[in-house]
């Protein structure tokens, strides 16, 4: 994708001054580029912005703004007010911004950078295949995978080189092996004909091998390259035990409630900037990215509820701790939807704090 140079100069400053863009990966970080709102407006124009049912995210890139919420005001008069700790704008609410000056502003829905931060821990821990990942990510016998198993199939795949030329026959195949460069086509052999057909062309991103390409395992197809051309295996028994492993298990808050009051331990997993803003009283705090290295200091006669923003990064981390042999269940919903007391220990100031009566 070719951007522009002003969007390059806000990427810039997202990755290396504002929170959590700081922590992405440059592979991610392009990514987001899809999913933040980058929005200009000129001074004394007023902008009407409606938040999902998560907390979304405002940040001030440059100028100065007013941001009006139920009739409340908070003033925003510097970039760097909104750099480490972004504007929460409440859940299903329209807020207006008051442009005092020309500005830049980057809206993102904070679900959608919860999945990405995932994926980026996951890209991470492969680091060898990283640069792979969205071919991955993106095809389909990948996509019946949960994003927690993902990191295993990457584990248990091989990667190999075919020369342009080579073939290999659909009754040999037990095997999927995923395009990641080169390109190949599937042939049929007519025997009454005594003659081969073309059936697809292959690319980068496409699977063939077992039930993913060939049609029906029809012993009469051949892949055969057309140019040099370097794949992923990952074999059948492989996949069979990754799709059959057990769920991730979550609990309800309700009953989350309950059980940690009867002995179970809570453990947050977000950035630290997060849980210093916010958190449910009682945790200790292991970020992902620093779960694996950290896990003796859990103890293994504890069972642990992990929670996150919403859910996609506990997930993670209770099958991290699963195959460590803790036990451990996922927060359904998350710090998003716990219903009870959540402590909010830093002072600092978000537009739901605001009394200031805007006339």
């Not at 029809?218 to 295996?233: F, H, P, Q």
């Amino acid at each position: 994708m070719t951007i522009s140079i002003k969007l390059q100069k806000v990427l810039f400053k997202l990755g290396n001054l504002y929170f959590p863009f700081n922590y992405l990966s440059p592979e991610r970080l392009q990514e987001i580029i899809n999913h933040i709102r980058l929005i200009e407006l000129q001074q004394d124009e007023i902008l009407q912005l409606r938040s999902s049912a998560s907390e979304d995210y405002l940040y001030l890139m440059e100028g100065e703004i007013d941001l009006v919420c139920e009739d409340s005001i908070r003033t925003i008069s510097h970039p760097e007010e909104t750099q480490r700790s972004p504007v929460r704008l409440p859940r299903h609410q329209s807020c207006r911004i008051i442009a005092k000056t020309d500005c830049i502003i980057s809206h993102a829905k904070r679900e959608i950078l919860d999945n990405i931060i995932a994926w980026d821990y996951i890209g991470r821990e492969t680091r060898d295949t990283i640069k792979y990942i969205d071919i991955v990510r993106n095809t389909l016998v990948f996509q019946r995978l949960p994003v927690t198993y993902i990191e295993n199939a990457f584990s248990c795949m091989k990667p190999h080189h075919f020369k342009k030329g080579e073939s290999i026959s659909a009754d040999e195949s037990d095997a999927y092996y995923l395009i990641l460069n080169g390109c190949a086509e599937v042939q049929t052999y007519n025997e009454a004909r005594q003659k081969h057909r073309t059936v697809t062309r292959l690319e980068t991103g496409d699977i063939f091998g077992d039930k993913a390409q060939l049609s029906s395992k029809n012993s009469n197809e051949t892949v055969t390259m057309l140019e040099d051309t370097d794949v992923l295996i990952l074999g059948e028994s492989d996949y069979q035990n990754l799709i059959n492993r057990p769920q991730v298990r979550t609990v309800q808050p309700q009953v989350a409630k309950t059980m940690l009051d009867n002995g179970y331990e809570l453990l947050d997993v977000r950035f630290p900037e997060e849980h210093s803003e916010s958190r449910i009283p009682g945790a200790s705090i292991i970020p992902l990215s620093a779960l694996s290295k950290r896990l003796h200091e859990l103890n293994k006669n504890t069972p642990y509820i992990i929670y996150c923003y919403s859910g996609p990064m506990s997930a993670i981390a209770s099958l991290i701790l699963h195959e460590h042999n803790y036990e451990a269940l996922s927060l359904e919903g998350g710090i998003r939807d716990w219903p009870y007391e959540i402590e909010h220990p830093s002072a600092i100031p978000n537009i739901v704090a605001i009394t200031k009566k805007f006339h």
